[in-house]
């Protein structure tokens, strides 16, 4: 399958990890929008969010217990950060294997824009 983040997660691709487990593999953006900017991805191949259901939403949920743990690794637990994820090529989604930003280190502002 012709998927970046599949890649990476068979080491085909390399990547400056932070986080690996069984399910959840996270990483730096290679292009960072924010001092800290790292994207969480299942180990599995889900397109995007629209694609979540009964049979693949524990993924998510593993993606959502590793994100204190890697906000406090990163040193941002405490001032906040912002969990986007882009659904859709309209909605700024570029590769299509679901993914979380975790960003932090500067404010954010809102609603986006
Ligand atoms: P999105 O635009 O929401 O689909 O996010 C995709 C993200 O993947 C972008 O922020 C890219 O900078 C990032 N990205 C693309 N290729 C790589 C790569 N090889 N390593 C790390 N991040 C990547
Ligand atoms: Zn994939």
Redesign the pocket.
């Known amino acids: 399958m012709d998927c970046?983040f599949c890649k990476?997660i068979a080491g085909e691709?390399p990547?400056k990890k932070v986080y690996e487990d069984e399910h959840v593999l996270a990483?730096?953006?290679?292009?960072p929008r924010a001092p800290v900017h790292i994207?969480l991805i299942p180990k599995e191949h889900i397109v995007s969010a629209a694609e979540i259901n009964g049979e693949n939403s524990a993924y998510v949920a593993k993606i959502f217990e590793v994100i204190p743990k890697i906000a406090e690794q990163m040193g941002v637990k405490e001032s906040g950060f912002r969990v986007v994820t882009?659904c859709g090529a309209s909605a700024?989604?570029?590769?299509m294997h679901l993914?979380f930003?975790l960003l932090g280190g500067r404010s954010f502002s809102w609603p986006p824009g």
């Open positions: 970046i990476i691709i990547s990483f730096e953006d290679i292009s994207l882009n700024g989604q570029s590769v993914h930003h």
